[in-house]
Structure formats: structure tokens, C-alpha cells
T-cell receptor, first 115, second 115 residues
Framework: DAMVIQNPRYQVTQFGKPVTLSCSQT?????MYWYQQKSSQAPKLLFH???????NEADTPDNFQSRRPNTSFCFLDIRSPGLGDAAMYLC??????????????FGPGTRLTVT | AQSVAQPEDQVNVAEGNPLTVKCTYS??????LFWYVQYPNRGLQFLLK??????LVKGSYGFEAEFNKSQTSFHLKKPSALVSDSALYFC?????????????FGAGTRLFVKA
């Protein structure tokens, strides 16, 4: 049973055309993360939410925004995608207070292509 | 600065032989250490973690890892490799000063198991 779901799995967008990636979870976890991963490199944290509290990484470009309307859903908005934004985008969750309180649960990722 | 190092880009091993994927860390305070595995075009999957207690931790799919505080290492091991273990492996660390719920990932080690 999928616990962290990302849609779509593959997204093609044009240079400069806004795009939104979505993530949903059935785990009821407080914390949700967005990572960017390029070419099998280490995932790079863009931002995370603890409940509705948004935490942006200092080096995340302004071009990347996020929304979390409720516990289950989180969105990544790329306002004006550039060729350098082509990557795999990973959503993850964690539950700071549960039995598995330290590890993260990842979705399958959305591979973004910018043409 | 908090960091994780995986000194090998790639590890090659024959099926049935033991495997080791190396990881060293630099975190002030007591670290929380993790191993994740990533198969092609998939998200990361949690394998095992060290939080406290026994230095030898066992995880999924027959993997284990040993926490060595004096050497600041957390090497991943498996007594007998399978072809299906071929994947990208990430060591990760959280600590008191890594920033809230933030996890720092190593650069990854690609494991090839040859039949």
C-alpha cells in the first residue's frame, strides 16, 4: 500500500512555464520534505514543513515555493523552470513522535524534464 | 560543520560474497545514523538506523551496520550479496546541530553485484 504518493511520476514542462508537483501521504506524519536529486547525487533538501510551519533552506532559490494545505498534501511549485531545474523531485515524511520517529519515508519521486 | 562521507563511488562484489559499503560522519554530539537504498527511478527506502544502544544494528533484506564511535564510522554490511542488492546506497546522519528535522545525506555509493 502506497504511503507517500507523488503525482505525476514524470512531468515535462517548457522553459519558464510554471509547474506544480504534488505529494500526498497516508501516514499522518507531521513533517513533510521536498528534495531535489540530480543524476544519482545526494538528495538536496529544498524545504520542509513541520505541520504548517514552513522551513526554507538558505540556498533554495526563490523560484521554488511550497504549499501545505493540510496534513496529507504538500505541493512544490516551480514558478519559472530553467533547464537546470531538470531533476528528480522527492517528497518524504517523518513522524517526530512515533515509533519510527527518526527515519524518513520517501515517495517514488517525480522526474521533471524542462524543454 | 556536519557532514557525511562515503569514500567509494562504487563497490563491486560477486554474488555470494560479503559486502561492505563505507560511511564516516562528522557531527557534534550523539548522531542518529541511517542507511537508505535507492533503486532506479524510485525514491529512497529506509534500511536501518542507529539511535542508541547496541552498536550492531540489523535492518531489512539481511543488511546490518556497525556504529563505531571512535572511528566515527557506520559501515553497511551483508554476509552474502545478491544480484538484487545492486542499487545506490546512501548513508545519512541527523544530530543535535544538523538543524531540526534535517537529515544530511552522503554522496551515495553504487553497489554492483555480479552473478
Amino acid at each position: 500500500d502506497a504511503m507517500v504518493i507523488q503525482n505525476p511520476r514524470y512531468q515535462v514542462t517548457q522553459f519558464g512555464k510554471p509547474v506544480t508537483l504534488s505529494c500526498s501521504q497516508t501516514l499522518n506524519h507531521n513533517v513533510m520534505y521536498w528534495y531535489q536529486q540530480k543524476s544519482s547525487q545526494a538528495p538536496k533538501l529544498l524545504f520542509h514543513y513541520y505541520d504548517k510551519d514552513f522551513n526554507n533552506e538558505a540556498d533554495t532559490p526563490d523560484n521554488f515555493q511550497s504549499r501545505r494545505p493540510n496534513t496529507s498534501f504538500c505541493f512544490l511549485d516551480i514558478r519559472s523552470p530553467g533547464l537546470g531545474d531538470a531533476a528528480m523531485y522527492l517528497c518524504a515524511t517523518s513522524d517526530p513522535w512515533g515509533a519510527s520517529s527518526y527515519e524518513q519515508y520517501f515517495g517514488p519521486g517525480t522526474r521533471l524534464t524542462v524543454t | 560543520a556536519q557532514s557525511v562521507a562515503q569514500p567509494e563511488d562504487q563497490v563491486n562484489v560477486a554474488e555470494g560474497n560479503p559486502l561492505t559499503v563505507k560511511c564516516t560522519y562528522s557531527v557534534s554530539g550523539n548522531p542518529y545514523l541511517f542507511w537508505y537504498v535507492q533503486y532506479p527511478n524510485r525514491g529512497l527506502q529506509f534500511l536501518l538506523k542507529y539511535i542508541t544502544g547496541d552498536n550492531l544494528v540489523k535492518g531489512s533484506y539481511g543488511f546490518e551496520a556497525e556504529f563505531n564511535k571512535s572511528q566515527t564510522s557506520f559501515h553497511l554490511k551483508k554476509p552474502s550479496a545478491l544480484v538484487s542488492d545492486s542499487a545506490l546506497y546512501f548513508c545519512a546522519v541527523r544530530g543535535p546541530n544538523t538543524g531540526g528535522f534535517k537529515t544530511i545525506f552522503g554522496a551515495g555509493t553504487r553497489l554492483f553485484v555480479k552473478a
